[in-house]
C-alpha cells in the first residue's frame, strides 16, 4: 500500500538575504497527519523555513510544494487563499495586546470569512474551549501567564480549521507543568483535528516525546531526515552531538571569524 503523498514538500530550494545564503539547495517532506520535528543548531535556518512555507519570504530557486502546489510563483490572491489553509504559532506568542482574548482567535475569522458574528462567537469559544481556556475570553493579553498565552495563539492559529500548523518556538520559557501541557496539546491537537503540524523547538525532550518525524537543519542544509529512534541512535558527528547535547563535535560555540591575533591587531 502506496503512503500519501506529503502535504508540504521542498525541492532543491534556496533563500537568502542579500549577499548571505541562509537555505542552500533544501529539500524535506511533511508528512500528512504526523508531528515533524524541526530541529538542529540555532542559525540552522528552522525559522526561515517556516516563512518560506507559509508564504512570507520566496524563495531564490527551487519550489515550494504545499498539497502539490508551488507556493513560490504564487500571486497574492492565490497566496491568500493557500494561507487560510495553515496555522502559525510565532514565537511567544505574538498575541494583539490591544485585544481581548476573545478577540485575538476571532481575528482570523475577520479577516478570511464572512460568517455571522453569532457563528463566530461560537467558534471562537470552542477553540478557546480546546485549549482549556474557554472562561478567559474577556481578559486581555496582559492579564495572562505566558503559558496561557501561549495556548490563546494555538486557538487562534486553528480557529480556521487549518490543516497545518507550525509552531515556532512554543516551549520558551515555559516551566515544567506549563511545557508537558503545551506538548500534550499539541499532540492531542493534531491528533483530534487531523492535522499536519511542524514544531520547531529546541526543547528536546518533549519535543520528541510527542513527534513522528524528525527533520535536522545545521548551516540551512538537511542534516537528517527520519525517526525519532532513527535519530537518536545515529552515529553521524553532528546529529549524535545534538541529540546528546554534546559541547563538543561539529557545532562550534564561537561563530566563524578571523583569527583573533588578526582580528585585534596583534602580531607575532
Same mark, same amino acid.
Given at each position: 500500500?502506496?503512503?500519501?503523498?506529503?502535504?508540504?514538500?521542498?525541492?532543491?530550494?534556496? /533563500?537568502?538575504?542579500?549577499?548571505?545564503?541562509? %537555505? *542552500?539547495?533544501? +529539500?524535506? *517532506?511533511?508528512?500528512? #497527519? &504526523?508531528?515533524? @520535528?524541526? $530541529?538542529?543548531?540555532?542559525?540552522?535556518? &528552522?525559522?526561515?523555513?517556516?516563512?518560506? $512555507?507559509?508564504?512570507? %519570504?520566496? @524563495?531564490?530557486?527551487?519550489?515550494?510544494?504545499?498539497?502539490?502546489?508551488?507556493?513560490?510563483?504564487?500571486?497574492?490572491?492565490?497566496?491568500?487563499?493557500?494561507?487560510?489553509?495553515?496555522?502559525?504559532?510565532?514565537?511567544?506568542?505574538?498575541?494583539?495586546? =490591544?485585544? +481581548?482574548? /476573545?478577540?485575538?482567535?476571532?481575528? !482570523?475569522?475577520?479577516? *478570511?470569512?464572512?460568517?455571522?458574528? +453569532?457563528?463566530?462567537?461560537?467558534?471562537?469559544?470552542? &477553540?478557546?474551549?480546546?485549549?482549556?481556556?474557554?472562561?478567559?475570553?474577556?481578559?486581555? !493579553?496582559?492579564?495572562? +501567564?505566558?503559558?496561557?498565552?501561549?495556548?490563546?495563539?494555538?486557538?487562534?492559529? $486553528?480557529?480556521?480549521?487549518?490543516?497545518?500548523?507550525?509552531? =515556532?518556538?512554543? /516551549?520558551?520559557?515555559?516551566?515544567?507543568?506549563?511545557?508537558?501541557?503545551?506538548?500534550?496539546?499539541?499532540?492531542?491537537?493534531?491528533?483530534?483535528?487531523?492535522?499536519?503540524?511542524?514544531?520547531?523547538? *529546541?526543547?528536546?525532550?518533549?519535543?520528541?516525546?510527542?513527534?513522528?518525524?524528525?527533520?535536522?537543519?545545521?548551516?540551512?542544509?538537511? @542534516?537528517?531526515? #527520519?525517526?525519532? =529512534?532513527?535519530?537518536?541512535?545515529?552515529?553521524?558527528?553532528?546529529?549524535?552531538?545534538?541529540?546528546?547535547?554534546?559541547? =563538543?563535535?561539529?557545532?562550534?560555540?564561537?561563530?566563524?571569524?578571523?583569527? %583573533?591575533?588578526?582580528?585585534?591587531? $596583534?602580531?607575532?
Amino acid at each position: 500500500m502506496l503512503s500519501s503523498p506529503p502535504l508540504v514538500e521542498l525541492r532543491n530550494l534556496t /533563500f537568502g538575504y542579500t549577499e548571505r545564503t541562509v %537555505l *542552500h539547495n533544501l +529539500s524535506l *517532506h511533511i508528512p500528512r #497527519g &504526523k508531528v515533524t @520535528a524541526l $530541529i538542529g543548531p540555532m542559525g540552522g535556518g &528552522k525559522t526561515t523555513t517556516l516563512r518560506v $512555507i507559509g508564504g512570507q %519570504l520566496r @524563495a531564490g530557486s527551487g519550489e515550494m510544494l504545499f498539497d502539490g502546489q508551488d507556493v513560490t510563483p504564487m500571486d497574492q490572491h492565490q497566496l491568500y487563499a493557500v494561507r487560510r489553509r495553515m496555522g502559525m504559532l510565532f514565537q511567544f506568542g505574538a498575541l494583539f495586546a =490591544d485585544l +481581548s482574548v /476573545f478577540e485575538n482567535v476571532a481575528f !482570523p475569522l475577520r479577516e *478570511h470569512t464572512n460568517l455571522p458574528e +453569532s457563528l463566530i462567537r461560537d467558534i471562537v469559544l470552542m &477553540k478557546l474551549n480546546a485549549v482549556g481556556l474557554r472562561c478567559a475570553r474577556n481578559l486581555m !493579553p496582559s492579564e495572562v +501567564s505566558g503559558g496561557m498565552a501561549r495556548r490563546i495563539a494555538t486557538a487562534r492559529a $486553528i480557529a480556521l480549521d487549518p490543516e497545518l500548523v507550525m509552531y =515556532d518556538e512554543p /516551549f520558551s520559557g515555559l516551566d515544567p507543568i506549563s511545557l508537558r501541557t503545551a506538548a500534550r496539546l499539541v499532540r492531542e491537537l493534531n491528533d483530534s483535528m487531523g492535522l499536519t503540524s511542524i514544531l520547531v523547538s *529546541h526543547e528536546l525532550t518533549q519535543t520528541l516525546a510527542i513527534a513522528d518525524h524528525v527533520l535536522i537543519l545545521d548551516q540551512g542544509r538537511l @542534516a537528517f531526515e #527520519g525517526t525519532v =529512534d532513527e535519530a537518536r541512535n545515529s552515529t553521524a558527528p553532528l546529529v549524535y552531538q545534538y541529540m546528546n547535547e554534546r559541547p =563538543d563535535g561539529p557545532v562550534q560555540f564561537h561563530y566563524p571569524a578571523m583569527p %583573533l591575533q588578526q582580528d585585534f591587531g $596583534i602580531t607575532a
